[in-house]
């Protein structure tokens, strides 16, 4: 378990979240961490993990990509290791990941885990994105400069940097230490001794991601074939002339498709896909029946949360009353109000099992919501 101690959270989202930089000195008491650089680099080796070295030689930066199977030729000079969605893979990391709740999930996206020895770092560069970078075992020496325009430079292949910046923060941070980066502001981390450090990253998709994202919805579900007509369309003086009450008519079709039901629904999909599940084809989760979870929860299987699993709930407004739409992975888990409390408290369980069951007054509706969350691939039966 990681506690996160932050004097108050709502100072924090109102003074700092976006907005500034700022170093919180022991944000986690006794900090252990998750794991340690030898496990780091066997998930560097796995085919399907994000992986890279950074490294810097007599002023020579190079940047390889993993996975990696020998680690010699490419941890040369000042190097890092960093490794993506290492909460995918490492529950205690998913725990330090889970720490930060006081973020709304949805904008939630993954755990970066770095070991670098001494001297170690990326350079000096600027992130798209929030991140809180955890410190843990050594201590690292971290820099942030003011958000203004910087020259970028590529001193190696998809390694970006800039050549400097005067530090508005300059401090060295020790285990359980952390600090916050908004994006835009630029910063360096030097590793002072071996060192492990935990990045806890946003996602904030741009229009155009979300545009993308849109149609890719659009085609799987068949959607918005409506066809623009004009049944009294007026003569012009000039054929090319394509009058602005027109263009209106086009951009309210627009409008219609991201007013439309389908809009919510494809926010939903987008924020809660996982890596395992392709966008929109059947995926590969098996579909258990009723009697099925029943009899496995009597034989004493526990339903595990799968690490990667995305939730997001939207209160909507039904007939004058509010109602919790949830969706996990991509599947959408509708519930009567009278059990919106008892599927909240399921799916904040990593486990789910008969003594969990116990703990619900209604077992006939645990074991249907069991059942969708299973056949949502968010839990599986640990068998
Ligand atoms: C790290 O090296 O652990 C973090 C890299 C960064 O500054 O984004
Ligand atoms: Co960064």
């Known amino acids: ?79 890092s290791l960093l490794v993506q969605s290492v909460d995918h893979y490492i529950p205690e990391a998913k725990m330090l990941l889970d720490s930060f709740d006081f973020i709304p999930n949805w904008r939630v996206d993954d755990l ?34 003011e958000n203004k325009h910087y020259n970028s430079i590529q001193p190696a292949k998809n390694l970006k940097q800039i050549t400097g910046f005067d530090p508005i923060i300059d401090e060295i941070l020790e285990p359980g230490d952390l600090i916050y980066i908004p994006p835009g502001f630029p910063h360096n981390g030097v590793a002072l001794t071996p060192c492990l450090n935990y990045s806890v990253g946003f996602r904030a998709p741009t229009q155009r991601e979300l545009l993308d994202g849109f149609v890719d ?69 098996e579909n258990y029946t009723l009697n099925e979870i029943i009899n496995m929860l009597d034989d004493g299987v526990m339903f595990q949360r799968k690490l ?10 039904f007939n004058d009353k509010y109602q919790i739409v949830t969706w996990v992975n991509q599947h959408r888990i509708n519930v009567e109000p009278e059990h919106e409390d008892m599927l909240s408290a399921m799916l904040n369980s990593t486990i789910l099992d008969s003594e969990e069951k116990n703990n619900y007054a209604n077992g006939l509706i645990f074991n249907q919501l069991l059942a969708r969350l299973v056949n949502s691939g968010g839990w599986y039966p640990d068998i």
């Open 112 to 145: 970066m885990v770095s070991y670098s020895e001494r001297n170690g770092g990326v350079g000096p560069h600027i992130d798209q994105y929030d991140v809180f970078i955890i410190q843990g075992r050594g201590s690292r020496r971290w820099q942030v400069g």
């Open 217 to 285: 919805y659009a085609q799987a579900k068949n959607l918005f074939n409506h066809r623009y007509s004009d049944p009294d369309i007026s003569s012009r003086d000039s054929r090319f002339e394509i009058k602005s009450s027109e263009i209106e008519k086009i951009r309210n079709m627009f409008k219609d498709m991201i007013h439309s039901v389908h809009f919510d629904d494809f926010i939903a999909t987008y924020f809660t896909e996982t890596k395992d599940i392709d966008m929109y084809s059947a995926d590969l989760t």
């Open 1 to 79: 378990m990681y506690t996160l101690n932050l004097p108050s959270k709502q100072r924090f989202l109102e003074d700092y979240w976006q907005k500034k930089p700022v170093v919180i000195r022991q944000a986690f008491a006794n900090f252990s961490d998750p794991l340690d650089e030898h496990e780091l680099a066997g998930l560097a080796q796995e085919e399907d993990i994000d992986s890279r070295i950074i490294s810097k030689k007599k002023g020579v930066w190079a940047n390889s990509q993993g996975p990696f199977s020998d680690f010699t030729p490419h941890c040369i000079g000042d190097w």
């Open 308 to 317: 990667d699993t995305r939730i997001i709930q939207q209160k909507m407004r």
